[in-house]
């Protein structure tokens, strides 16, 4: 049986997920693809549990699990180790064959990930952030252009989930781009949160509802700003604009928040109560949308060599019109796919769905040479 080596940064919901994910299907991945992962390191941002020679006993790693889920460091762990260096880790634990996977949410994994790149160890990426930091560690990431003394190929590295959770988007656009189609516009809304309340909107009910409604159900992060802001949809929209070749960074996406500047400050309690004065603002951007047979999305464009993020007014009858809920879609016009889009649409949010989409990548690189 084949074994996989793999070493997990972030323990998160999307790490945890992933890790459950794996032990529960140890049976499926044995009988289908004569394939064990096993864990080498399991590492959240102060510690790690490693085990470089045989792996971590699964006894061992539901107790990290179990943790991380009651809030715990895994230096908590009997055999937990702090840990302040990640590339340390990479070195101590790491073989030939081994995946480093970044379920994290900091570009401070960076310097780790492109040690285990030179040690000829394969990535996959969750982590939107070190693909959108300066242009050059894109490009040693993703083999997207060419950085001499850096050899590297497009198989060594996978990041479908940076953009989309578990939808295709990233395989679909390296297999245009290799394909030689010319894609002229990329749209879409990669936020199941805002999706969510653009919906509420177009309901008819109250910004201040929709946001308070869907930080109670926990759609939002605890700081609803961290949604609102549309930063992490530029962080998509960048990493899309970077795969068509663009060489762009994250000033040049001109991002429109839904909250204004002065509240920026305030706490999120006060931030919370300070909501309805944005009520009529939005009410009436959704009634202009509706006088021209048109809605309120919260869409990234990547078109013309420019990446622009906020709400727009699109047509009800178009695919972005027609999307509801927390699913993302993307519409991608090329060549090929025009004048009607290749749609991409699906559940965009969620730990287990992106979990699932890490998984996939992590299963297709045990098979790629």
Not at 111 to 120: I, V
Not at 307 to 313: D, I, K, N, Y
Request: charged letters at 20%; hydrophobic letters at 45%.
């Amino acid at each position: 049986m084949q074994q996989l080596p793999v070493i997990l940064f972030g323990l998160g919901g999307v790490g945890r997920a992933l890790v459950r994910q794996i032990l529960d299907n140890r049976n499926f991945h044995a009988d289908q693809y004569d394939l064990e992962i096993r864990f080498l390191a399991l590492c959240d941002s102060r510690a790690a549990l490693i085990e470089p020679m045989e792996g971590l006993h699964d006894q061992q790693i539901e107790e990290a699990l179990a943790l991380k889920t009651a809030g715990q460091s895994l230096a908590a762990h009997e055999l937990g180790g702090s840990q302040d260096d990640l590339a340390a880790i990479v070195d101590i634990a790491g073989r030939p064959g081994a995946v480093v996977v970044d379920c994290s949410a900091t570009d401070q994994t960076l310097p780790a990930l492109l040690f285990g790149l030179n040690r000829g160890y394969k990535v996959v990426l969750a982590n939107k952030k070190p693909l959108t930091v300066q242009q050059e560690a894109y490009d040693r990431l993703t083999r997207a252009g060419a950085t001499p003394g850096h050899p590297r190929t497009l198989s060594t590295t996978r990041w479908e989930t940076t953009v989309g959770a578990g939808l295709p988007v990233i395989a679909t656009l390296n297999r245009l781009i290799a394909s030689g189609d010319e894609i002229t516009r990329m749209a879409g809304t990669f936020s199941g949160t805002l999706g969510y309340l653009m919906t509420g909107l177009q309901e008819g009910r109250p910004f201040s509802e929709v946001v308070r409604e869907a930080h109670k159900l926990g759609y939002t992060e605890p700081d609803p700003r961290d949604d609102l802001g549309g930063v992490d949809v530029a962080r998509k929209a960048l990493i899309l604009a970077r795969g068509l070749g663009w060489r762009l960074d994250m000033a040049d996406v001109a991002v429109t928040g839904l909250y204004p500047e002065a509240m920026a400050g305030l706490s999120v309690a006060d931030f919370m109560a300070a909501l309805p004065e944005l009520d009529s603002h939005f009410a009436g951007l959704v009634a202009d949308a509706a006088a021209s047979g048109n809605v309120l999305r919260y869409a990234a464009t990547v078109e013309n060599g420019a990446c622009q993020v906020g709400p727009v007014a699109v047509s009800a009858d178009s695919p972005l019109g027609r999307l509801s809920g927390t699913d993302n879609l993307i519409e991608i016009t090329s060549r090929w796919y025009q004048p009607n889009p290749l749609v991409i649409q699906g559940r965009g949010a969620g730990v287990d769905a992106t979990a699932a989409g890490v998984l996939s990548d992590v299963i297709e690189l045990a098979f790629t040479r």
